[in-house]
């Protein structure tokens, strides 16, 4: 089967974070909504002055919070135990986020709700900046497989190919949301507009943090229909679009079959047996 781990990196923006500060939604070298797309993985980028006040920032990566804890942060580690703040700046140089530090050198700054862009970590003692770093958050996710799922026939113990499931990673800096699954082109069944949000399991929002990994499948059942023609092996192509919370998009161009015996489904008839030739991944 040829090589199926295909790219796409999307840049979304989220809801304003609890502790973010208003106005925070302005970046520079991005797009007029100020997000950004790429086709590779993405990392954190920095160039620092006075870098000696600085030991690390990064971005943390992993599982979404639980209730108690916030989510996304940058991870900021000092070299001077002096430093009574750091704060986070835009590229219009408004404070986004801010962090008090009354002992230790060690604090994390909110991600949640950011925009990707530029970025400026600020260390801060008795009111006066004594150092600056440079950071570049990225939001971005890859596709990294996709399987046809099926579902029980209705009256038979067969199974009925029906729905669509992406298997997705969190590539970037920032958390991002899957807002739409749509399900277009050569498929007998395509999305309507009441079924495209995603479905998922095991959370309450199709929002996953860097470094997370999350399945999203199509609601509705886009691969059955009503023909009597439905199993016959021919090749088809599907379009698979996803939209984050904030309109951008990947299509998702998927080659496949759908054969074998037709079995009965929810108000349609599906195929018992398919199988995937190929799929890639595009901006759109």
Same mark, same amino acid.
Do not use: Y
């Given at each position: 089967?040829? @090589?199926?781990?295909?790219?796409?990196?999307?840049?979304?923006?989220?809801?304003?974070?609890?502790?973010?500060?208003?106005?925070?939604?302005?970046?520079?070298?991005?797009?007029?909504?100020?997000?950004?797309?790429?086709?590779?993985?993405?990392?954190?980028?920095?160039?620092?002055?006075?870098?000696?006040?600085?030991?690390?920032?990064?971005?943390?990566?992993?599982?979404?919070?639980?209730?108690?804890?916030?989510?996304?942060?940058?991870?900021?580690?000092?070299?001077?135990?002096? &430093?009574?703040?750091?704060?986070?700046?835009?590229?219009?140089?408004?404070?986004?986020?801010?962090?008090?530090?009354?002992?230790?050198?060690?604090?994390?700054?909110?991600?949640?709700?950011? /925009?990707?862009?530029?970025? @400026?970590?600020?260390?801060? /003692?008795?009111?006066?900046?004594?150092?600056?770093?440079?950071?570049?958050?990225?939001?971005?996710?890859?596709?990294?497989? &996709?399987?046809?799922? /099926?579902?029980?026939?209705?009256?038979?113990?067969?199974?009925?190919?029906?729905? =669509?499931?992406?298997?997705?990673?969190?590539?970037? @800096?920032?958390?991002?949301? &899957?807002?739409?699954?749509?399900?277009?082109?050569?498929?007998?069944?395509?999305?309507?507009?009441?079924?495209?949000?995603?479905? &998922?399991?095991?959370?309450?929002?199709?929002?996953?943090?860097?470094?997370?990994?999350?399945?999203?499948?199509?609601?509705?059942?886009?691969?059955?229909?009503?023909?009597?023609?439905?199993?016959?092996?021919?090749?088809?192509?599907?379009?698979?679009?996803?939209?984050?919370?904030?309109?951008?998009?990947?299509?998702?161009?998927? @080659?496949?079959?759908?054969?074998?015996?037709?079995?009965?489904?929810?108000?349609?008839?599906?195929?018992?047996?398919?199988? =995937?030739?190929?799929?890639?991944?595009?901006?759109?």
């Amino acid at each position: 089967m040829p @090589d199926q781990r295909r790219r796409a990196a999307l840049a979304s923006i989220g809801t304003a974070a609890v502790t973010a500060l208003a106005g925070c939604n302005s970046t520079s070298n991005n797009s007029e909504n100020g997000d950004t797309t790429a086709a590779t993985n993405t990392s954190t980028s920095t160039q620092s002055s006075n870098a000696d006040v600085f030991e690390a920032v990064e971005p943390t990566t992993g599982s979404l919070p639980t209730e108690n804890e916030e989510g996304a942060v940058l991870d900021v580690a000092l070299t001077d135990t002096s &430093i009574s703040a750091v704060t986070l700046r835009n590229s219009n140089g408004s404070e986004v986020a801010r962090r008090e530090l009354a002992t230790g050198t060690a604090t994390q700054l909110p991600l949640t709700g950011l /925009k990707a862009g530029a970025f @400026d970590v600020v260390a801060v /003692k008795n009111g006066n900046v004594v150092g600056e770093q440079s950071i570049t958050l990225e939001r971005s996710f890859e596709v990294d497989n &996709i399987t046809l799922a /099926k579902s029980s026939g209705v009256g038979s113990d067969k199974q009925v190919t029906d729905k =669509i499931a992406l298997e997705l990673s969190n590539t970037g @800096d920032l958390p991002t949301q &899957i807002e739409v699954l749509r399900v277009e082109g050569d498929v007998p069944n395509p999305t309507p507009p009441r079924f495209e949000r995603p479905r &998922i399991s095991g959370r309450a929002t199709a929002e996953f943090n860097p470094g997370e990994s999350m399945t999203v499948t199509s609601r509705g059942s886009p691969l059955t229909g009503d023909s009597d023609e439905l199993c016959t092996g021919e090749s088809r192509s599907a379009d698979i679009v996803l939209e984050t919370a904030h309109e951008h998009a990947a299509t998702v161009t998927l @080659d496949f079959t759908l054969f074998g015996s037709q079995v009965q489904s929810v108000g349609s008839v599906g195929c018992q047996k398919s199988s =995937i030739q190929n799929w890639t991944v595009s901006e759109s």
